[in-house]
């Protein structure tokens, strides 16, 4: 008797769990079950990506998914959430999974998050540059960003989606538009310029990619990934050949993709090792673990620029601290002003979409 009471009463609570009332995508049982314990609080962060449901989205999804620091997924994306999230939902690790369907839904997607990443937007085919893609992404990721604003201000961004040296400019302007803007917690993802040049890098000097760590900066877009090829951990030295190449394919690494992808779109998989490499950086930072340090797109004073990609220290409050550029051979300085000056107008173009708005 007192058994079947107590499964009387277990169902009875599963079932009130069943029906809450704000669920995201009613239709789906997995959510609701999912709802039901994500009231039990399990430690860890709450973690939102906005275009779950893309090409980079949906392994995206899946590695944070994985990741043990997260203990609250959303998914949003304006078509198709509702099956990767029911996908992705039935994975038996911490995280809870919520789907989240169309405008009307980011607000609630987003309500409580302590980071944000963003690859949402239209990416290259053969042909296109990345900035080719500013009239599309720049308007998404405004919109995006003033729902951050509005719901969760204090979340660390990661923003993927191209051209980031022109829409993180943009992020900072809607955020500074909305009072909330903190330069610290605003990141440029360009971690995959990192990725490849660690590989190509070890490719070269014939040793395993993960011994490796090149420092690249400057922005994420053609002249502006500047590898700094003198400061590669662990120490050695390249025939002024080899840099040529390495600088070429790291700069062309996106192209190399789109073109082999043949209009099927640019890297995703890659991509999604890469954003969730950094997203866990961000995590542990926000954690308090010490000394973690990534390069990102942010708010800098390292150059004359307002925005430029640099080595930086995550922390409880994002990018607590950005380090200097080091030492620079005279081809890394020829680079630095090219990329300085490519930089300064995506940067300006960004910024001047929404000012005249
Ligand atoms: N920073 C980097 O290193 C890097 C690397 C690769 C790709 N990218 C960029 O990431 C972006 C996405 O690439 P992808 O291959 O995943 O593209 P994709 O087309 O496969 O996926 C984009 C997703 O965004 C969604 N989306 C569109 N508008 C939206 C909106 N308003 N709100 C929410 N979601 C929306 C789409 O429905 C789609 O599911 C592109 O701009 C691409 O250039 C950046
Ligand atoms: O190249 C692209 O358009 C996508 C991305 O920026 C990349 O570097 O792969």
């Not at 399990?42 to 949906?58: D, H, N, S």
Request: glycine content about 10%; aromatic content about 6%.
């Amino acid at each position: 008797m007192q058994q079947n009471g107590e499964a009387s009463r277990r169902i009875a609570s599963i079932s009130a769990h069943l029906h809450p009332p704000s669920t995201p995508m009613q239709g789906s049982t997995s959510l609701r079950w999912a709802n039901c314990r994500a009231k039990g609080g399990a430690p860890g962060f709450k973690v939102a990506i906005l275009g779950a449901a893309g090409g980079i989205g949906q392994p995206l999804a899946l590695l944070m998914k994985m990741n043990p620091l997260v203990s609250v997924l959303h998914l949003y994306d304006v078509v198709n959430s509702p099956g990767v999230t029911a996908d992705i939902s039935h994975m038996d690790t911490g995280a809870v999974v919520r789907g989240f369907l169309g405008a009307p839904q980011l607000e609630n997607a987003l309500v409580g998050m302590d980071l944000v990443i963003i690859p949402a937007g239209v990416p290259r085919k053969p042909g296109m540059t990345r900035d080719d893609l500013f009239k599309i992404n720049a308007g998404i990721v405004r919109t995006l960003c003033a729902g951050v604003a509005k719901c969760c201000p204090h979340a660390i961004v990661n923003l993927i989606s191209n051209p980031v040296n022109s829409t993180v400019p943009i992020a900072a302007e809607v955020f500074k538009n909305a009072g909330i803007y903190d330069p610290k917690r605003l990141l440029g993802v360009t971690t995959l310029d990192v990725v490849r040049a660690n590989t190509f890098v070890a490719e070269v000097l014939g040793i395993d990619p993960r011994e490796v760590n090149v420092p690249v900066v400057g922005g994420h877009s053609g002249v502006t990934i500047l590898p700094l090829l003198s400061q590669v951990k662990p120490p050695c030295s390249f025939t002024s050949e080899e840099i040529d190449y390495l600088t070429s394919r790291i700069q062309n690494g996106g192209t190399e993709v789109v073109e082999a992808k043949a209009g099927a779109g640019s890297a995703t998989l890659s991509m999604a090792f890469a954003a969730a490499k950094f997203a866990d950086a961000c995590l542990r930072g926000l954690r308090g673990d010490a000394g973690i340090v990534e390069c990102a797109f942010v708010a800098s004073q390292v150059t004359e620029l307002p925005f430029f990609a640099s080595k930086v220290r995550l922390g409880r409050g994002g990018a607590e601290e950005i380090f200097p550029l080091g030492p620079l051979t005279e081809y890394e300085r020829a680079g630095l002003d090219k990329a300085k000056e490519e930089l300064a107008g995506s940067i300006e173009k960004g910024v001047y979409f929404i000012r005249k708005s």
